[in-house]
Structures are given as structure tokens and as C-alpha cells.
């Protein structure tokens, strides 16, 4: 199978005593011309599998679990051949572009920086020159960008040079952390668009990361939704948005509201409470201190991904008992409101 | 987190918070070996010059009056030997340990004063103040100290006070470049901006605000200005600008070399004040560099 | 092209009578234009230019646009943060003074909350001080400090107040740095509050709570508040009346539920579009950036980038030739829907 494929990555941080698990055990299949979102809080796992696909995340962290690209496992993988395939392979679009890009070198030597370094091409400083400007162009950018600063650039403009210089190198997957998050909604309009055009026409994986569930529900094919390094809920990205199972998905869905639907009119909703601290998560079902609709078995089972059983376009799963054997309650999803204690 | 908080009033609840503060502090400290061995050694320092009169009859230190042989090497009775006029150079050394002390630390804290005031008041407002602030801080950057000193001891009586103030009004530009640096810094935080539209003026940001932030920074600064003054003051001795009646290590120094002790291959005149100007120096560095190195985050993951 | 901006809706002034009360507004900005002198020989950037805009008592208003649309600096203008160039910032009746002593008391009255929780809170005071700063600024020390400090926790749902106290703004997250700024506000019990993108720098589960925090404000305490945003679906859950800014103009404001469900201009009509959950078929989303303040276009100052002129609809309505060369009139924006738009006023 190519394209990126996760099994069982789990990660923790520092060792002994102190050791949290930040990611316990994932799953993630991007294929070529797929795109796949990953959902969910800060503090949930979700930039720690984006760093762990490049193998970026700091030494004090342990990873284990099958971690492959193009089936290399970069887990495994020597030094030198990392380092090909963390451009060639695979390539990261960071969220903050004003702190990614150098701020003393124009952004063309920027984007020619990994095409130099990787893929040497034949022509020499030419070949690449004209590289930089076909990369400038697919990106919406003039070619006379190239010459600016990051500085001179707005904040979509430098984003466009970040996925510019993720795709110098013709990867197989991006990874998309939070790209479009400090953007104005216009902006962001023309990112994703410009990402899902990438993707149609090179074939390219795109794993993107976002705590924005209906700006992934309407780029990705499939969707993911993380809550305390694991994944609570998966499936075909639309179905998870319209019909979350997990109470958890329930909640992030309901933050952003539909315009026009008198539901929301004036009636924010959220989910009470914090994310848990990784290092002491609950016992059983590490949703449940937030949960509105948890029950006598959550505080003793701990969820696994079970198959939804209901009609579907692809398949689905959701790690909440109420999934595998439903509770008998007329209402289900209900949102909680605002409530007074933290 | 704590239990009977409701009952307590702010100021004792201000307290608490300190006394934590304080104690994560030292924990920090701690940790910094070289800081720890600094302080320990400025602690033994500052205890031997405050227990000096109880350790010297202060007329041994008296040209006429001291009883020992004259430039006699170390002995048993004189573990540093003699001066020229017959008084022990241990009891000099340990005597000059008041004056170098105390002319290092008022020296700095003129500097750090008069530095903190004028970095913050021009970052704070900026603009023409500004400018003409940092023009006067360029301007007594590039007066030479000894020039100004040897000035002012012209002018002024030959005291330690002239040389406090000699010491002082020099060194406080750097502190006011660095301060002014940090508290624009401070300034453009969002904070500074939530407190202007509670309503705060001038006074309340830059001593709520802004002093906080920059006292670590100074604190640090303070302790590597001491040893730069103790260091300056025992030039200026050196050099004859000093009190002549009182003993400092830089008049040892002095002295010892109006004795032609250098020549005379006296080293046990020379050598003492000069490694005790080195050891107080040092133990601040060190003292200065840990605090840097606890108080600034940036700096403590290296 | 645009699927619901064909039908111009009606007037939806009826709604918005309800909330024109006889005394004027609480907090109003008349024809405020704030300029900032351009350095080094670039012209000055004109970040508002002639805004009216009124706050009622007890009405929530969202300020709606793009960064560099002049959102901010018209909080912060009126705020008495920055001075106008031009117009004048009215409250309670008066106009707002600019000495010392008038803004201090202003500011009693007037309360803002920052984006960035984070940043607005000072790392080394612990939340009592941080809550207790307004109180000490205007009050001094008061003996019932405490309980004020307490209280405006509790109301800000942090709970129990005594246990947050002594903690400093690292040991908590997001969502509670959030409270205690909201907290530091409500504690010299404010009339209006402005918050900047209160919920942009917060997480998906958190942006809920705040807003409904802010919603219970008004309905509880009958506070106003101006809150600036980039966000829309903000303004559908929280507020009364939308302000929609575009190169330090407002271009369309009225009531939430008919702009956003009918909105009039074309740049309203194109930020709605973009939302993913738009029951618009097709985007409309407009190329390039913002435009600079400090060169606004002639004319209508969205015709650069107005998709209606780009499409020949602007022509057929006949007024093409108007959007390029006259700036429409400026809103008064008091109440009603309103919108800036020779297109628009030509189709309805």
C-alpha cells in the first residue's frame, strides 16, 4: 500500500515518572489523491502525529508503532535516507508562515533551498530558477515574488510560499498543520482551494490538521476527530460532520455554527470544562468528565474504535460505548449549554 | 493549591505568594553550582568586613602606631607578613574588604538608580523624551570614567564619596540601554494595553508593569556592576584619586607599590589585595551569571 | 453567480426598531475617521474613514471584516485609545473628552478584552492582581477588594474564586486566562465592553463558553458590547446587530438575522459564501488581498474586487460607471439595514 500509513503510533514524552502519553495508539491511512482531516483541541495529539510523520519531534520523545511512506518505514529509516524523504517523501505546511519563513532571505532562495538540497537538479542555478517560478505560479503567486522578503508579503502570501516550498520537491504527502487558522476568512477561502487543486492534479496525500471541524468537513474526504491522543471518531468526512456519533464530535461540531440556523441563533454552544492533562488522564472513558450523556459504564470501560452501524458511505467508526450497544434515550446529541462551573 | 485562602486578607495572601516565589527561586539557584559557590564566598566575604573591628585593633592599622616589623614575610605571627610600616597585610586586606565592599555596592547602586529610572521613563514615553535621554546616556558612554573621576576628585574632596559618585555617574549607561530594551519590549505586550484601558496612567504601568519585568534583569545587572565598581574603585585607589586615609585594596596596592615592593620582589605585599579584588569580583560574576541564568527562561534552557 | 444575492430581501428596518430607544445611544461613533501619518514618505493610511456607529444599551454589536479593514483601530478609537483625526466618540450622551482625568473615568465605564488571553494577562501577577488592577487604578485600596475580586470570578465561571487566587496566569488554560481578563473587566462593573476577537486565539470547546458568558452578560447585567471579529458565525451566535467593515467604511449594517441571512453588498454576500456550511452553491471567493488603507481606491472603494462590476450585473443595473467614480454615501448607522452599495440600492 503507499501513501502514508500509520498503525498503532503512540507517543510519549520525557520517561519514568514523569512520562506522558500524548499520543496512545493511532491509525491513519492517507492514499494519493486523498485527503484525510484530523480534528480536535490543542493539546489533543493531533500536531504531535504531524510532527512524528517527519520524525520532527524532539528526542525526548519514544515512539513506537509502524509509521510508513511510500512503504519505507521512516521509523526504521537511516539518517540520510530521513532526510530525502522528508522532502521528497513527504513535506509539512507549518501554521504560523511568518515564524517558518527566514526573515533575511528573499522567499525564492527559501523556496530553492530544498530543491538544491534534494533533488539537484540537472540544469544547475537555471533549472531551478525556473523551478521556483513554476512552483510561484501553481501556488497563485506572481514569479516576481520571488524577490521579495517575507516581510513585504501578507500573511495568505506567505502561506502560499509554505506550500510552495512543501511541493519543491514533488512529495508524495503533505501534512497540513492548522494552514489556514490565523488567516481571514477570505483568505482561507483561497487556501484550501488552492490545497485541494494540489491535490487533484499532482496526486498528492494531504493529511490536514485543523480544531476547525466544518473547514475539514467540506476539504477532506475523510475525517478524523482526536480527544486525548486517541481517535474517538472516524469516517467519511461529510456523514462524521452532519451525523457525529461521538459525543465529543457532537460538541466540536456544534461550536461552529451554521449561519442561519436558528438553532445557534443566539445560543453559543461549547463543551464544559478543559482537555484533560495527558498525564492523568480519567479512568474509562477519558471523555467522560465533560461528557452530558455519560453513564454508570463509561467510568470502567475505556472505548475502542467500533464500526457505526447505521447506512454510510464509507466506513465509520466511534470509540463511545453508546455506539456499541445504545443506550434506550429518545434524544441523542444533544449539546450542552453554557454551564456555571468549570 | 491552598486550603484557607477565604479568611486571609490580600496583603497576607501578596505574602504567601512571595514567600513561594522566593522559595521556587532559591530552588532554581540551587541547582547553579557555580552561583552557589559565588554566593557562599560572598557571604564569608561580607561576614569577615562586617566582624572586622571585632577581629583587628584598628590602631595596628595606623602608620605610627603598628607594632610589627617592618616588610617582614609571612610568619606565624604575620601570616601575610608586613608593610613598610610595620602593619600586618592580612589585617590591611581584611580592613580594606569595608571600603571596597561598600564603595562597589553604593557606587552600583547609584548606577543601577539612576540607569533603571532613565531606561524605563524612555521606553516608556518615547518620542522626544526619548531621545533626549538616550542622547545624554551616548554622551556619558564615551566620557572616560578616569578622566571624569580624576575631574570630580579635583573638584570634590579626595573622599570615598567623590569616588562612589565618580564610579556612579559612569557606569549607569549600559544599565539604562539594557532597561530602556527590555521595557520597550514589555511595552508592546497586550497586557501594557489591557491596563492603559482600565484606565492606569504613567506611574501605574511602569511600577506595576514594566519594573517587575525589568527588575530580574537589573538584578543580574546589579551584581555584575558590583564587580566592575569594586574593581573601578580600586583603580581610582590605585591611582592615588582615593581617600589616602583610609584603607582600601587598591591603596595597598598602591602603597605597596610606593614601597617599591614590585621591585623588591615584596610579593606578599602585592599579590593579597590584588587576589582579593579578584575573588570578590569573580564570586559576583558568578552570583550574576546564575541569577541571569534562573531569572531569564530563555537563557536556562541552554 | 451568487446564488442568494440576487434577491434583494426588503428593508429590514422593522426589526430594528425595537432597539431605538428615545435617549441617544450608549456608545457612538460619529463620522470617526482615524489616520495614521505615513512614515518615510508613504502616504497616510486612512484606517477609518468616516464610521457612524452606535452601541444601544443592552445590545450586543459585531464588527465584522477582514484584518487591515480598520476593525481594531476603530475599537481601539473608541476606546480613547487612539485620538480620531476627524469626528468624535460619544458616550452617554456626551462627547469624550481627551483629558487625563475624562478618560480615566471613561474608562471605568468602558471596558475592552483583548484576543490574546495569553498576552493581556502579566505573567508575574497572579489572577487576584490581575482581577484587583482596575479596582486599585480607580479605588484605590478598598476594603471589600476581596469579595469584588470574588465575585467577578465567580460571575466569570470561575469557580470556587478563592482556589484561583494565587495561581499565575501559566498554570491555566486558555479558556480560564479568558475568564480572568473577563473577570478584571466586569469587576468595576462596566456599561459597554469591547472585546477584540474574543474567541479567536481559543480552542473550538472553549469559543462556546466564552460567548455564552458574553450572551449572559447582556441578558443579565444589561451590558453592551461592541465585539470585533473576522469571524460571522460569532455575530450569528451572539449579536444583535452586525456592522460589516471593509477598508475602514462600514459597508452594511443592520440587524443579524437579515444581513446574514439577506445580505445586500457584495463583499457581505462573497464572506458569506466562502463559510464552509454557505448554502451557496458556488463561492464566490475574491482574489487578491485586502487593499491598503493608505490607497484607497476611488469610487466605490470594494469596485476593485467587486465580483457584481467584474460580472456585467453592476452594467445591466446601469450604475457601473457610478461605482467607479462615487463613493457611496456613508451609513449613519443607527438602526435599520443599511447598506453601501450603488448596486444594491439600484436592484431594490
Not at chain 2, 518620542?127 to 576628585?153: E, S, Y
Not at chain 3, 449594517?253 to 464572506?271: C, F, K, N, S
Amino acid at each position: 500500500m503507499s501513501g502514508l500509513v500509520i498503525r498503532n503510533l503512540c507517543v510519549t514524552y520525557g520517561s519514568g515518572d514523569r512520562s506522558v502519553p500524548a499520543v496512545r495508539g493511532v491509525d491513519v491511512d492517507v492514499l494519493p489523491g486523498a485527503t484525510v482531516g484530523v480534528a480536535g483541541e490543542s493539546g489533543c495529539g493531533k500536531s504531535t502525529v504531524a510532527l512524528a510523520v517527519l520524525r520532527l519531534l524532539p528526542r525526548t520523545a519514544q515512539i513506537t508503532g509502524q509509521l510508513q511512506i511510500e512503504d519505507e518505514d521512516v521509523l526504521t529509516m537511516r539518517w540520510g535516507r530521513l532526510r530525502a524523504v522528508r522532502w521528497a517523501g513527504a513535506s509539512i505546511v507549518f501554521q504560523g508562515a511568518m515564524h517558518s519563513l527566514n526573515p533575511v532571505h528573499r522567499v525564492g532562495d527559501q523556496i530553492a533551498e530544498p530543491i538544491l538540497l534534494h533533488a539537484s537538479p540537472p540544469g544547475g542555478a537555471g533549472s531551478t530558477r525556473t523551478r521556483v517560478d513554476t512552483l510561484l505560479e501553481q501556488v497563485g503567486l506572481a514569479r516576481q515574488h520571488a524577490r521579495s522578503y517575507p516581510h513585504e508579503l501578507s500573511g495568505g502570501q506567505r502561506q502560499r510560499v509554505m506550500i510552495a516550498m512543501a511541493l519543491a520537491c514533488d512529495p508524495r504527502i503533505i501534512v497540513a498543520d492548522e494552514p489556514t487558522t490565523a488567516l481571514d476568512v477570505m483568505i482561507q477561502a483561497q487556501i484550501l482551494r488552492l490545497l485541494g487543486r494540489l491535490v487533484r492534479e499532482h496526486g498528492i496525500g494531504l493529511m490536514m490538521i485543523s480544531h476547525d471541524l466544518s473547514v475539514l468537513a467540506h476539504t477532506c474526504d475523510r475525517l478524523m476527530v482526536m480527544y486525548a491522543g486517541r481517535v474517538v471518531e472516524e469516517g467519511p468526512a461529510q456523514e462524521v460532520f452532519r451525523a457525529p456519533r461521538h459525543p465529543y464530535s457532537v460538541g466540536l461540531r456544534a461550536a461552529f455554527p451554521t449561519i442561519g440556523d436558528p438553532g445557534a441563533r443566539r445560543r453559543p454552544h461549547g463543551l464544559p470544562g478543559d482537555p484533560p492533562d495527558p498525564a492523568a488522564l480519567p479512568t474509562g472513558c477519558s471523555f467522560r468528565p465533560r461528557c452530558d450523556v455519560s453513564e454508570g459504564r463509561c467510568a470502567t470501560v475505556d472505548p475502542v474504535l467500533w464500526p457505526v452501524p447505521d447506512v454510510h458511505t464509507g466506513p465509520r467508526a466511534a470509540a463511545c460505548v453508546r455506539v456499541l450497544s445504545p443506550t434506550p434515550e429518545p434524544e441523542h446529541g444533544n449539546v450542552v449549554e453554557e454551564t456555571d462551573t468549570l | 493549591m491552598s486550603r484557607d485562602l477565604p479568611a486571609r486578607r490580600p496583603r497576607a495572601l501578596a505574602w504567601q505568594r512571595r514567600r513561594r516565589a522566593l522559595a521556587e527561586f532559591w530552588v532554581e539557584f540551587r541547582a547553579n553550582r557555580a552561583g552557589v559557590v559565588g554566593l557562599g564566598a560572598l557571604l564569608a566575604i561580607g561576614l569577615i568586613a562586617l566582624g572586622a573591628p571585632l577581629l583587628i585593633d584598628t590602631d595596628e592599622l595606623s602608620v605610627t602606631r603598628a607594632t610589627g616589623p617592618i616588610l617582614d614575610p609571612p610568619s606565624l605571627s604575620y601570616p601575610l607578613g608586613t608593610d613598610d610600616a610595620g602593619r600586618s597585610v592580612l589585617d590591611l586586606v581584611i580592613w580594606g574588604a569595608r571600603v571596597s565592599l561598600t564603595v562597589g555596592f553604593l557606587a552600583t547602586l547609584v548606577s543601577v538608580t539612576v540607569g533603571s529610572l532613565v531606561g524605563i521613563v524612555a521606553g516608556h514615553f518615547g518620542g522626544w523624551v526619548a531621545n533626549v535621554l538616550m542622547r545624554v546616556t551616548d554622551w556619558f558612554i564615551v566620557v572616560p570614567m578616569l578622566v571624569l573621576a580624576i575631574a570630580l576628585a579635583a573638584v570634590l574632596s579626595r573622599s570615598t564619596l567623590t569616588i562612589v559618585i565618580a564610579i556612579g555617574l559612569t557606569a549607569w549607561p549600559p544599565t539604562a540601554r539594557v532597561v530602556r530594551a527590555q521595557t520597550l519590549a514589555v511595552e508592546a505586550r497586550p497586557y501594557i494595553e489591557r491596563a492603559r484601558a482600565l484606565g492606569a496612567g504613567h506611574v501605574h504601568i511602569m511600577t506595576r508593569h514594566v519594573l517587575p519585568n525589568v527588575m530580574p534583569l537589573v538584578l543580574a545587572q546589579t551584581t555584575l556592576l558590583v564587580a566592575s565598581a569594586i574593581i573601578a574603585e580600586s583603580t581610582l585607589a590605585f591611582l592615588g584619586l582615593g581617600d589616602p586615609t583610609v584603607v582600601s585594596w587598591g591603596g595597598i596596592i598602591q602603597d605597596a607599590r610606593g614601597a617599591g615592593a614590585v621591585s623588591a620582589g615584596l610579593w606578599w605585599y602585592v599579590l593579597p589585595p590584588g587576589i582579593a579584588i579578584a575573588a570578590v569580583a569573580l564570586s559576583f560574576t558568578l552570583c550574576g551569571r546564575a541569577l541571569e541564568r534562573v531569572l531569564n527562561p530563555r537563557l536556562r534552557e541552554r | 453567480m451568487n446564488a442568494h444575492g440576487d434577491t434583494a430581501p426588503g428593508d429590514g428596518g422593522s426589526g430594528a426598531a425595537a432597539h431605538m430607544v428615545e435617549q441617544e445611544a450608549g456608545l457612538r461613533a460619529v463620522d470617526l475617521a482615524t489616520v495614521f501619518p505615513g512614515r518615510l514618505g508613504r502616504p497616510a493610511a486612512v484606517a477609518v474613514d468616516r464610521v457612524n456607529l452606535d452601541v444601544h444599551t443592552g445590545e450586543i454589536v459585531a464588527l465584522v471584516g477582514e484584518s487591515g479593514s480598520g476593525k481594531t483601530t476603530l475599537a481601539r478609537t473608541l476606546l480613547g485609545l487612539e485620538r480620531p483625526t476627524r469626528g468624535r466618540v460619544r458616550f452617554d450622551g456626551r462627547p469624550l473628552a481627551y483629558s487625563m482625568r475624562a478618560l480615566r473615568a471613561y474608562r471605568r465605564r468602558v471596558q475592552l478584552v483583548l484576543q490574546d488571553p495569553t498576552g493581556s494577562l502579566n505573567p508575574r501577577h497572579t489572577v487576584y492582581e490581575a482581577v484587583a488592577e482596575g479596582l486599585r487604578i480607580h479605588y484605590g485600596t478598598r476594603p471589600d477588594e476581596q469579595e469584588l475580586v470574588a465575585d467577578a470570578l465567580a460571575y466569570a465561571g470561575l469557580r470556587p474564586p478563592e482556589r484561583m487566587f494565587l495561581r499565575y496566569p501559566h498554570e491555566l488554560s486558555g479558556g480560564q486566562r479568558q475568564r480572568v481578563v473577563i473577570a478584571g473587566a466586569l469587576v468595576l462593573e462596566p456599561e459597554i465592553i469591547v472585546a477584540d476577537e474574543p474567541v479567536a486565539s481559543l480552542d473550538a470547546s472553549v469559543r462556546g463558553e466564552i460567548l455564552a458568558l458574553l450572551l449572559r452578560l447582556r441578558d443579565e447585567l444589561a451590558l453592551s458590547a461592541l465585539v470585533v471579529t473576522h469571524d460571522l458565525g460569532l455575530a450569528w451566535n451572539i449579536a444583535d446587530r452586525v456592522a460589516v467593515m471593509y477598508l475602514g467604511r462600514i459597508v452594511e449594517i443592520g440587524e443579524v438575522d437579515t444581513v446574514l441571512t439577506a445580505a445586500r453588498h457584495p463583499y457581505t454576500q462573497a464572506l458569506l459564501s466562502v463559510l464552509p456550511e454557505s448554502p451557496a452553491t458556488t463561492p464566490t471567493v475574491l482574489s487578491g488581498e485586502p487593499p491598503d488603507p493608505a490607497r484607497i481606491p476611488a469610487g466605490c472603494r470594494f469596485h476593485p474586487r467587486c465580483p457584481i462590476l467584474e460580472s456585467g450585473r453592476a452594467e445591466r443595473a446601469g450604475v457601473a460607471e457610478r461605482c467607479r467614480t462615487e463613493d457611496p454615501p456613508v451609513l449613519d448607522g443607527a438602526g435599520g439595514h443599511q447598506v453601501a452599495c450603488h448596486w444594491a440600492h439600484a436592484v431594490s
